[in-house]
């Protein structure tokens, strides 16, 4: 139904005389988007075999969900699928109820049903959104797509990208090898794709985009592999950083961009080379190295010959400062992993060491010397605060391995790495802790109920190394 304002007015006026109720009546109904999780079959290129997925609204990655900073949104899941699932909105700062956890916030939805999602969208940036039900298994299969909540006022740019890289793992004749859940990549680094993918198609030097010299990009970064990190450089251009997980920094310049499963970037990209020119964005990763991109000049004229001048500091959202002095401290060790140091971890209650954790429970890490599956979690959280404590968290990493940690329903700033301050406490909702690292975070628990904490590698997660947190 499309009303004029006039004729919206007057109606509004007569249901509120109607049902005395003008505050319901006047309020705008949130706008329903529809998301179908079901089989897909995509080309990595054009020509090439179809490959086997999941995806949402039949296409992968899911379609690029965009609101206004505070709108309420109503997101209807319809679930496709043969298996149960449920959809996590990452990085946004919902009501807990609607957080799209199984066991935990909801349950699963079954096979054939559907699940109506509804909450405010309190901060812009770029957020993204995947199941959290064998999220292992899910997410690599299809299952994700980015989520752009737009600022009052964006920055002036020429344009913008929204890229979703990823990876997956295929054969020889283009279908996905459906090697899931073992406990060797829960154990190690993961799993990862032998084929890298940036918005669902094959990354590569043959994946170009087409830019005009002079022109100013604002790129969306988002990392939503299971478990590879990215390390990206863009030799000739500089990145300016003007936003980690959907929250405004200050912008800076970086060599080289490190973005770890789960996380986000916000950069400016002032295209300053000559028409005709090409450029490739590399991964630098030494596990991974390749180039993801091309960016392809157009042989016309530049568009100005100095970058714009307009300003690309992003307006921050409103989160609330933690107070060091009064917060309160809380030590989470992480261990196990195929290499280095044995862990020794509860499990249902009983103590099990390294191989019997792999053997008998297939899980291999443990936090707070406890192990839990993805179905345990119900109701035990690790940690309990209570609402509007601020909080020192302080991460012990004994393990050998990378690990990109990430808190549900809340941002915190990262204050310092191995004992040292970092110039710049970054806003983030997933921060990467190098093996052996300890890595403090600040935050106030502001936000009610038990929320996840977990490691992005989602074999990881599945492992064990996977909690919740409750407030209040
Ligand atoms: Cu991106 Cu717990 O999730
Ligand atoms: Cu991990």
Excluded at 16 to 42: D, F, G, I, M
Excluded at 308 to 330: F, M
Aim: hydrophobic letters at 40%; one cysteine or more.
């Amino acid at each position: 139904m499309k009303i004029s304002r006039r004729g919206f007015i007057q109606t509004a006026a007569s249901l509120a005389v109607a049902s005395l109720s003008p505050v319901t009546a006047l309020a705008a109904p949130p706008r329903q988007k529809l998301l179908r999780a079901s089989s897909v079959e995509q080309a990595l290129r054009p020509g090439a075999r179809l490959t086997n997925f999941w995806g949402f609204n039949g296409g992968v990655p899911g379609p690029v969900l965009r609101f206004r900073k505070g709108e309420t949104v109503r997101l209807l899941l319809q679930n496709a699928l043969a298996v149960d699932t449920a959809v996590h909105w990452h990085g946004i700062r919902v009501q807990n109820a609607m957080d799209g956890v199984p066991f935990v916030t909801q349950n699963p939805v079954r096979s054939g049903e559907q699940f109506a999602y509804e909450f405010v969208v309190p901060d812009s940036g770029t957020f993204w959104y995947h199941p959290h039900q064998s999220s292992f298994e899910q997410v690599p299969r299809g299952l994700y797509g980015a989520l752009i909540v737009e600022e009052d006022r964006p920055i002036e740019v020429d344009r913008e990208w929204v890229w979703v890289l990823s990876d997956v793992r295929v054969g020889d004749d283009g279908r996905q090898v459906e090697d899931f859940g073992r406990i060797l990549d829960f154990a190690n680094d993961g799993r990862l794709g032998n084929q890298v993918l940036l918005n669902g198609k094959a990354a590569g030097s043959g994946h170009s985009f087409e830019v005009r010299s002079g022109e100013r990009i604002r790129l969306r970064l988002i990392n939503a592999a299971a478990a590879r990190i990215f390390q990206l450089e863009l030799p000739g251009h500089e990145m300016k950083v003007i936003a980690f997980d959907g929250q405004a920094v200050e912008p800076h310049v970086v060599e080289s961009l490190t973005l770890g499963p789960g996380m986000r970037v916000d950069l400016v990209l002032d295209c300053m080379q000559s028409p005709g020119s090409r450029h490739l964005l590399n991964d630098v990763n030494r596990r991974s190295a390749g180039p993801i991109a091309e960016i392809a000049y157009r042989n016309v004229r530049a568009v100005r010959q100095k970058p714009s001048s307009a300003p690309i500091r992003l307006a921050p959202n409103v989160l609330r400062e933690p107070d060091l002095a009064s917060a309160t401290e809380h030590y989470i060790m992480f261990q196990g992993g195929m290499r280095g140091a044995p862990a020794i971890g509860i499990v249902d209650g009983k103590p099990a060491k390294t191989h019997e954790l792999m053997e008998e429970h297939g899980l291999a890490w443990t936090m707070n010397f406890t192990a839990r599956h993805e179905h345990a979690l119900m109701h035990e959280p690790f940690l309990n605060l209570h609402v509007g404590e601020h909080v020192v968290l302080k991460m012990i990493n004994e393990t050998d391995f990378v690990h990109p940690m990430h808190l549900h329903g809340h941002f915190f700033r990262v204050i310092a790495v191995d004992g040292k301050q970092l110039p710049l406490q970054p806003w983030r909702d997933t921060v990467l802790m190098g093996p052996r690292q300890t890595v403090d975070v600040a935050f106030v628990a502001d936000n009610p109920g038990e929320w996840m904490f977990h490691c992005h590698i989602l074999d990881h997660a599945a492992g064990g190394m996977m909690g919740t947190i409750q407030v209040g």
